[in-house]
């Protein structure tokens, strides 16, 4: 019985080369390079905001950036303003976070939203909540 099939086996080796004549089509160094290097995805552009700084007469102003975490499109005094929570290296308000209040004839249309940039520079005054936060003069929005 195994000499059966070692002989089939043996047979199999002989006979069935599985398609495959030990020999590869040449290929030219281009072809090699595109199977072996992946093509180079094109990545999204950072959004920048314009260099901003505050006027040499303004006293207690600040200048930050930040990404958006909250929006308040409707301020509850009812004035107009729109008020943006971000997470900011300036940390005006607290560690990692500035406020930005945006006056009615500064927000922008549509109002920027969670991920976008946004920066801005202006005096630093206490908000309703007891908050420090910007009062912008100059208001830039990067998507």
């Not at 195994?2 to 290929?27: S, Y």
């Not at 499109?73 to 943006?84: M, S």
Request: aromatic share 6%; glycine share 12%.
């Amino acid at each position: 019985m195994l000499a059966a099939g070692l002989m089939v086996g043996a047979w199999f080796l002989l006979v069935d080369d599985g398609g495959d004549t030990g020999e590869r089509p040449p290929q030219s160094s281009e072809q090699i390079l595109d199977w072996e290097v992946p093509a180079q995805s094109s990545q999204p552009e950072e959004p920048t905001l314009p260099e901003m700084s505050c006027p040499p007469d303004l006293t207690n102003c600040e200048v930050a950036t930040g990404t958006v975490i909250y929006v308040e499109a409707v301020d509850p005094d009812g004035d107009g303003d729109a008020h943006f929570v971000t997470l900011s290296n300036q940390s005006i308000t607290s560690t990692g976070i500035t406020v930005f209040d945006v006056k009615p004839e500064l927000r922008p249309d549509p109002l920027p939203g969670r991920g976008d940039l946004i920066g801005g520079y202006g005096p630093v005054f206490q908000g309703s909540y007891g908050q420090s936060q910007i009062e912008v003069i100059e208001f830039n929005v990067a998507r």
